[in-house]
């Protein structure tokens, strides 16, 4: 089964760095570029077609990823141009949130999920900004829909986009939250953090060159992040960042293990002191033992003992058995 440059999108980021380290390419760096090398590669006609289908037998891709694209999967023939890209646009486009509002970060997070729908290259910009119309709505679909009146290409329409709704102040506020000031949060994942700042300073065309957004990134980890990333060499680029979040991920991982087995051996120490240092009597107390029924070796009836026996005659006298030396009848 071949895999085709429009499927590229339809695979996961484990899914895509599988199929570069399969096919011998570099699987460093952000799913956005880890999937425009797939598709230029798929493109040069130099791709191992049964990569795909190893993929699809092994369950890593769905059937409805695996249909995507196809004639008989959109339920109309194309047998004399070919696969048609526009059904696998649209279902690209599906997985696109609608425009929620008009508040500039909203319309600026909206074009960069566009940007990435557009950078498959499956049709003409034309096409592409048609589109796309559904998904927009108020002063922005009016927007659009001028620009796709004058016949401007997608990336004049980003051009004016810019000029009409974020003005310079607005780029400003945008630039000092979401990338200078933009700290990495405890839990929020490494490469969606990287993947979000290089966004919004492409879409805001942040004036820095790619070594000083990368010290900014780095500068910006959380404090656990940094630990791991002490003695490990500063990448002065987006790929050797990449390479560096790797290794930082590989060590976290390492450091999560190490304090569960560390964990469990406290626990299971603790719980050894504890049985240790209970007292003879409320262990005793605490270990069950079977009953047992005592029997009088004097007159053999059970529950008490010969030395406790109710028929037992008490010794009188002087304690000499009667008869003796110093007995009644004797002297």
Not at 89 to 116: G, H, N
Not at 191 to 203: C, E, L, S
Request: with cysteine.
């Amino acid at each position: 089964m071949a895999l085709s440059a429009s499927d590229v999108y339809h695979l996961t980021g484990d899914e895509l760095r599988q199929v570069c380290l399969e096919q011998g390419l570099d699987s460093a760096g952000p799913v956005r570029s880890l999937r425009q090398r797939l598709v230029d590669y798929v493109r040069s006609g130099q791709l191992d077609e049964s990569v795909y289908g190893k993929m699809a037998q092994a369950g890593t891709m769905t059937d409805s990823e695996v249909k995507v694209g196809t004639p008989e999967s959109n339920g109309c023939s194309h047998a004399s141009s070919g696969d048609s890209p526009v059904p696998v646009l649209v279902e690209l486009l599906r997985q696109v949130p609608p425009l929620s509002s008009e508040d500039p970060e909203a319309i600026m997070w909206l074009f960069l999920r566009l940007d990435e729908v557009h950078e498959v290259n499956l049709v003409d910009d034309k096409t592409f900004v048609m589109r796309i119309l559904p998904l927009l709505s108020g002063s922005v679909l009016t927007f659009v829909g001028g620009c796709l009146r004058s016949s401007s290409t997608w990336a004049e329409c980003k051009v004016k986009l810019l000029k009409e709704y974020f003005p310079h102040f607005v780029r400003e506020r945008l630039i000092r939250d979401l990338i200078v000031f933009n700290f990495q949060g405890e839990r929020q994942s490494l490469r969606a953090y990287i993947d979000q700042v290089f966004g919004a300073a492409r879409f805001l065309q942040y004036e820095a060159t790619e070594t000083e957004l990368v010290d900014r990134v780095v500068m910006n980890f959380h404090s656990s992040i940094l630990t791991h990333a002490a003695f490990i060499n500063k990448p002065v680029s987006l790929t050797e960042l990449h390479r560096v979040v790797g290794v930082i991920e590989e060590k976290s991982a390492v450091a999560k293990e190490r304090e569960r087995v560390e964990l469990d051996a406290r626990r299971t120490a603790m719980s050894r002191t504890v049985v240790r240092g209970l007292p003879h009597s409320t262990a005793v107390r605490n270990v069950t033992r079977p009953s047992i029924e005592f029997k009088c070796w004097g007159c053999g009836n059970p529950g008490h003992l010969k030395r406790h026996c109710p028929r037992r005659v008490a010794p009188s006298g002087n304690g000499h058995a009667p008869g003796g030396p110093f007995g009644p009848g004797r002297g």
